[in-house]
């Protein structure tokens, strides 16, 4: 929906179960130009089913793998600043069933968009990861059994 949108450069969306598949939209993207992960933000929040009862839409870069919240956590945290990354929709639309809106109300609510991309300005300069995927590997491979019992099989 996002590229029929006219929007390229979106390599992957995910929209999870603990969020009843409406709530938080995940969206990776391998950035073309300056604004082009906020262009992607905005139009995710507003197309499809994102936009009937959504809550969060979150944009990391390519290398990040958005079905691992454990990952998507991790770029939201080194990869974005409060301040500057995080924009909000108020009164859109979303649902009496909507645990937010209080009963008998006008079904509105607000949408957070996080920009947990590395910024466009600094794609050249930004700091590398402390560890690879390869290394990450190695040590879940050799650690996981003690890993997994601190991380929900959600994660996994």
């Known amino acids: 929906q996002i590229e029929a949108a006219g929007v390229s450069g979106v390599t992957d969306v995910w929209c999870p179960a603990q969020g009843g598949n409406r709530l938080l939209v995940i969206v990776a993207l391998r950035q073309k130009y300056a604004g ?13 089913a994102a936009a009937y009862n959504g809550r969060y839409v979150i944009v990391v870069d390519d290398d990040i793998d958005i079905y691992n919240l454990s990952d998507v956590l991790w770029a939201v945290l080194t990869r974005s600043d409060p301040a500057a990354d995080i924009e909000f929709i108020r009164r859109a639309w979303s649902s009496p069933l909507d645990p937010m809106v209080p009963a008998g109300a006008v079904p509105i609510n607000s949408r957070a968009i996080i920009d947990a991309t590395i910024p466009w300005e600094r794609k050249e300069t930004f700091a590398e990861p402390i560890v690879s995927k390869e290394q990450a590997g190695k040590t879940v491979e050799k650690w996981g059994y003690i890993l997994d019992k601190r991380r929900s099989t959600d994660d996994s």
């Open 36 to 48: 082009h992960s906020r262009q992607v933000a905005h139009v995710a929040a507003q197309c499809g």
